[in-house]
């Protein structure tokens, strides 16, 4: 017990002597989640539209003035023909191009079905989606307030309208941020935790202090316990300073238990930090270590549900993914701060984590051998 | 000239017998297309839904059926009352929940609206919209069939989806994907690789050697850039055969884009390693100078159009968004030279600027 | 204390087909300075590493200051020091700091390590560097450091490789002086060195080629064995191409 507390204290001098480590780790982290926070959003703030005006009428102005007016879209080209418009597209002057064809306003007056043409640039992905609604909101807008279709006649059912009251929980003001803050945290502690860890253990493999380390009397577990301790602690607090900058500059929500979420942290780290141990007993330079672990972290962060959702992901991968220590503990930060839930609910995440940490941590003393074979 | 190629060869040697790293450096892109290509989706898919239905009638049911074969959907329950929402939505086993009204088969034949409550899980405010949509949809369609009509001109928007119609994750990925990867290889093991013959001393035996500065550099930087070029290679490959990703372009151009980016990346790690006396400094330099960036601010997961306007201005300076605009243009958009001049001038410059400052500091001097 | 502080019989080591160590067999007494010559290659850090239970032998056994290397690791463990090539010495943290650490691991007392350090730093000279990062001490004072900080818990035996390697000559000397007040204190000591001068130092020697021992005895018998007048004529001798019957 002594002999950690040795450990720990040796660990700690040296992190902490050297003034640009102390910056490295906390500083660096915290920065990169107040700047990067602000980049984590799908939200598109005005989407550039080119219009392909044949009709020139007054309904075709107010159409576009409509389109402009929800303040997703701003007009930046109107011509009456197409000439042009691929090259607008293809090098991203508009990213969406509207067509008003030929007898338009003529049509609205006659009451007969009308068609516009909407083409939108999809190299962005699934983003395209969110373009299409604003798109499509505006134009059912305006039908709407075109009246009726079909000659006025009483034929006509007027029907009973469909009034649909939509309600966000959890995220009332939509704000991204409060969805990425979060995630971006756990993201940054797991990586700095991680590679911390295990480029600490290579180098005093390099560097050949660990060969005089295997000399003496202390245990394996001593040794893990020694070196995991410290960066344990320091990664909690990389956590717990980073979720209250979140609180500061974001708002995030702190609905549940803070504690609750903390103590998962708590379990979660001994399982990243031991896997990053476990890394830096095979591989035997830090070049090495850095990238194996950096590349092993990179398949966890991705798969994890961070920064996209676990639902969309295929059977199998979701399967996976329950082995993924990362997905289980964003899953008990969302459920938790979020939502509000409580231990109930992430009783089952938590549990996952403590046997993971456990099976981890026995797999790395078993590895770590003073000895070379 | 025998020098830098014994000294080109020791390097290497280095690397071809650390098995691990060059077993992950091969592995490495070809996990993250198939991650990329088949696991990391954004679309929204069986969201799980419950209805609330008071009163069930003939037109809740229709409803209810609707929800039920809906491919998007996925019925999780029909509730009574709106009590065990609470408790559903928080514990995440619901997403999104249909309150119809008490009198809802009445409201229908009357003249009153119907009135539904739509409610949605929007922690994530994204999938949050999209699953509101698509749930107004059916109700709207629902509705239609059950009134016999939408009172309303019937204007129709026919959408095309231009470049990449079936919004497949791979054409969205790849071309982030390849900066990232070189980013990775080019940049910071390079950086770390310089940085580490700093730290052990062995580049001091370098200088003084008759080895110019420049040709340690070259010389630890030149099987980088091979290995990063195979990277290329096996990320498109993979691609093309897996995914069936599009190659709209010049094949020619986009490997010629590719080669200034691998420059792009080897003269960034020249600069972090001119400046990092330690792997550890090296490391998170990458890390938080790099990598985030890349991944974050590039465009490559969250769009630029998105981004704040200070933001946005400093997404200029990430080599990374030139690169994929440059690569999703010629692949996904059958962009030539000509569409991607400019974006590959300002890549160009960046490249001639990164290496004049990296070469500057790399002096004689060991610190 | 059996008056037998290292045995090893018949030790061998092989790595696959090659045999580094041949089933090398030897004792060092209580108090003893050992020399463990040979050219590189020749196996001496293999060997050491065995006998240090850091490498499992493949045949043959050895006895460290009374226990078994292969069965009872952790015993042999708490009772030798290590000066290895390297040093060691942690370079970010002081003078201080590093003796604190290292006396800690091998379960002394607080009391004891101040004591000890003390002692330590006062018979080196080092009081002065006591808050001085490591890493800014020249090489002779750190190598007489680490010797200091490898004794420090007293071990029965003491490993040193190469501890005198890009040391000045009259460091070098006071260094054997320090290593001949500590075998006269009773502590065994097997050294591994290049330099043939120090060799003439040592009580026994031995001289390893290609893995097996060539020579040993000591400085004078292993001199007239080979009718040689100085030890690097027996060493050149041994290690010429095909010396070796």
């Not at chain 1, 984590?40 to 550039?48: E, G, L, M, Q, V």
């Not at chain 1, 008990?332 to 046997?355: C, F, K, N, S």
Request: with cysteine; hydrophobic share 50%; charged share 15%.
């Amino acid at each position: 017990m002594r002999v950690i507390l040795f450990l720990m204290r040796k660990e700690f001098l040296q992190v902490f002597r050297d003034r640009a480590t102390v910056f490295q780790i906390f500083f660096i982290p915290i920065v990169q989640l107040l700047v990067l926070s602000h980049a984590a959003t799908f939200d598109i703030k005005r989407t550039a539209l080119a219009v392909i005006d044949a009709d020139r009428s007054t309904m075709s102005m107010e159409l576009m003035r409509r389109m402009e007016g929800g303040g997703r879209f701003e007009v930046v080209l109107v011509q009456s023909t197409a000439a042009g418009i691929e090259d607008a597209l293809l090098t991203r002057r508009a990213n969406a191009v509207l067509g008003i064809p030929r007898g338009f306003a003529a049509d609205i007056a006659r009451r007969s079905p009308v068609t516009l043409q909407l083409q939108l640039n999809a190299e962005e992905g699934a983003a395209v989606g969110i373009v299409l609604a604003a798109a499509q909101a505006v134009v059912a807008d305006f039908a709407r307030s075109a009246g009726p279709t079909g000659p006025v006649t009483a034929r006509v059912v007027p029907g009973v309208p469909l009034d649909i009251r939509t309600q966000g929980w959890f995220n009332p003001s939509r704000n991204y941020k409060h969805y990425m803050v979060p995630a971006l945290l756990v993201s940054l502690t797991t990586i700095m935790g991680l590679l911390l860890t295990a480029q600490n253990i290579a180098r005093e493999k390099e560097l050949g202090t660990l060969e005089q380390l295997n000399v003496t009397p202390i245990t394996k577990g001593q040794f893990i316990t020694g070196k995991l301790l410290p960066f344990w602690l320091l990664s909690l607090l990389i956590f717990g300073i980073g979720l209250v900058v979140g609180k500061l500059a974001f708002d995030i929500p702190l609905r549940g238990s803070v504690p609750l979420v903390f103590l998962a942290a708590a379990v979660y780290l001994v399982v990243a930090l031991g896997i990053g141990l476990w890394i830096s007993t095979f591989t035997r330079t830090q070049q090495q270590t850095m990238f194996v672990a950096f590349f092993v972290m990179l398949v966890y962060l991705l798969m994890s549900g961070l920064f996209t959702p676990v639902d969309a992901m295929p059977r199998w991968a979701q399967w996976a993914a329950e082995a993924n220590p990362v997905k289980h503990f964003v899953f008990i930060m969302r459920a938790v701060l979020v939502r509000g839930a409580g231990l109930e609910t992430v009783a089952g995440p938590l549990i996952g984590l403590a046997l993971g940490g456990a099976a981890v941590l026995g797999l790395a003393v078993r590895q770590y051998s003073k000895q070379t074979t | 000239m025998s020098a830098f190629a014994g000294f080109v060869r020791k390097e290497v040697y280095h690397i071809l017998r650390d098995k691990q790293t060059l077993w992950i450096l091969l592995l490495m892109p070809l996990v993250q297309v198939l991650l990329f290509g088949y696991a990391v989706r954004t679309d929204v898919r069986d969201i799980r839904l419950a209805l609330v239905d008071p009163a069930p009638g003939v037109a809740s049911r229709a409803l209810t059926q609707r929800f039920a074969t809906s491919p998007r959907f996925q019925l999780i329950d029909v509730y009574r009352s709106p009590l065990p929402l609470d408790e559903a939505f928080r514990s995440g086993v619901v997403r999104q929940a249909v309150v119809l009204p008490a009198d809802l088969d009445r409201a229908l034949l009357g003249h009153a609206p119907v009135s539904v409550q739509l409610v949605s899980d929007a922690s994530d405010p994204n999938t949050g919209s999209i699953m509101q949509a698509y749930a107004t949809s059916i109700l709207r369609r629902w509705h239609d069939e059950r009134t016999g009509g939408n009172p309303g001109m019937r204007v129709a928007l026919a959408t095309r989806l231009r470049y990449n119609p079936t919004l497949e994750s791979v054409n969205v990925f790849v071309p982030g994907l390849i900066a990232f990867v070189l980013t990775i290889i080019s940049a910071m093991m390079t950086a770390i690789s310089i940085t580490r013959e700093k730290e052990t001393g062995t580049m001091e035996m370098l200088l003084v050697s008759p080895l110019r500065p420049w040709a340690i550099v070259a010389g630890k930087v030149a099987p980088y850039v091979l290995l990063g070029f195979l990277n290329v290679l096996l990320v498109l490959a993979a691609a093309r055969l897996v995914f069936q990703m599009p190659l709209r372009g010049s094949v020619v151009l986009l490997l010629a884009e590719c080669l200034l980016y691998i420059l792009t990346s080897l003269a960034l790690g020249m600069v972090i390693s001119s400046r990092a006396r330690t792997q550890r400094t090296a490391m998170i330099a990458a890390l938080a100078g790099l990598l985030m960036p890349t991944l974050m601010l590039s465009g490559f997961i969250f769009p630029i159009d998105s981004m704040p306007e200070p933001l946005r201005l400093v997404s200029n300076i990430v080599p990374a968004r030139w690169f994929l605009l440059i690569v999703r243009g010629i692949m996904v958009k059958g962009a030539g030279f000509a569409a991607l001049w400019g974006e590959t001038a300002v890549l160009a410059g960046i490249t001639l600027l990164l290496l004049a400052v990296g070469a500057r500091r790399l002096s004689v001097r060991l610190d | 204390m059996t008056p037998i502080a290292i045995e090893a019989r018949e030790l061998t080591r092989k790595f696959g087909d090659f045999t580094a160590v041949n089933a090398i067999s030897f004792q060092v007494a209580q108090g003893e300075v050992f020399g463990f010559l040979g050219a590189n290659g020749a196996g001496k850090t293999t060997a050491i590493r065995m006998l240090t239970g850091l490498l499992q032998p493949t045949a043959g056994s050895a006895t460290v200051a009374g226990h078994d290397v292969v069965h009872e690791p952790e015993q042999v463990r708490r009772r030798i020091g290590y000066m290895s090539q390297r040093f060691s010495l942690y370079d970010d943290l002081t003078v201080r700091e590093n003796i604190t650490f290292y006396g800690g691991i091998y379960g002394l007392s607080t009391r004891d390590i101040v004591e000890r350090m003390d002692a330590l730093l006062a018979r080196i000279g080092l009081e002065h560097a006591r808050n001085e990062l490591v890493g800014r001490i020249p090489l002779g004072w750190k190598q007489q450091l680490a010797f200091s900080v490898a004794l420090l818990h007293e071990p029965a035996v003491l490993f040193l490789d190469e501890p005198t390697s890009g040391v000045d000559p009259i460091t070098r000397r006071r260094f054997w002086e320090m290593m001949y007040e500590t075998a006269a204190g009773g502590t065994a000591m097997l050294v591994t060195t290049h330099y043939l001068e120090e060799a003439e130092y040592c009580d026994r020697l031995s001289i390893m080629v290609e893995g097996a021992i060539a020579a040993m005895g000591t400085p004078s018998e292993v001199r007239r064995a080979f009718g040689a007048d100085t030890l690097d004529d027996v060493f050149l001798r041994l290690t010429r191409p095909g010396a070796v019957a």
